[in-house]
């Protein structure tokens, strides 16, 4: 992976991010028992609550352990691609998260800010250089 690559992955990353930290704030709302971080972080690694977001998480893992590979000449395509397709822009699209995504949007502002940066970044790397 180039230089340039990688720094593009790392807007790409920063992007998911962003949208992983708004949908974990939406699905722990207000409830009191999660105002705590560590009690939040608890239930985001076993709460079955925040399970759907598996998939989302484990594109961050691999983007962040491509990006940290120095051996690795991966290309960014697939990421983008996956990214894609949580957001129901691809095809194969995870019928569970889409729709927890979906009623996440739709109450909660964060989540469509979030959105809309990965939007942009996902259209701004996919344009060719």
């Given at each position: 992976m180039t230089e340039e690559e990688r720094a593009r992955g790392g807007e790409l990353a920063t992007a998911l991010k962003g949208l992983h930290r708004a949908l974990i704030r939406a699905e722990a709302g207000d409830d009191p028992e999660l105002q705590n971080p560590y009690t939040l972080l608890f239930a985001v690694i076993g709460d079955p609550r925040f399970s759907w977001m598996g998939a989302l998480s484990q594109l961050i893992v691999q983007l962040e352990e491509a990006l940290d590979d120095k051996e690795d000449i991966a290309e960014l395509a697939p990421f983008l691609t996956a990214a894609g397709q949580l957001l129901g822009e691809e095809e194969g699209t995870q019928a569970e998260f889409r729709l927890r995504y979906?009623?996440?949007?739709?109450?909660?502002?964060?989540?469509?800010?979030?959105?809309?940066?990965?939007?942009?970044?996902?259209?701004?790397?996919a344009q060719p250089r």
């Open positions: 979906l009623m996440a949007l739709q109450k909660e502002p964060d989540v469509a800010l979030a959105t809309g940066a990965l939007r942009r970044v996902l259209t701004r790397l």
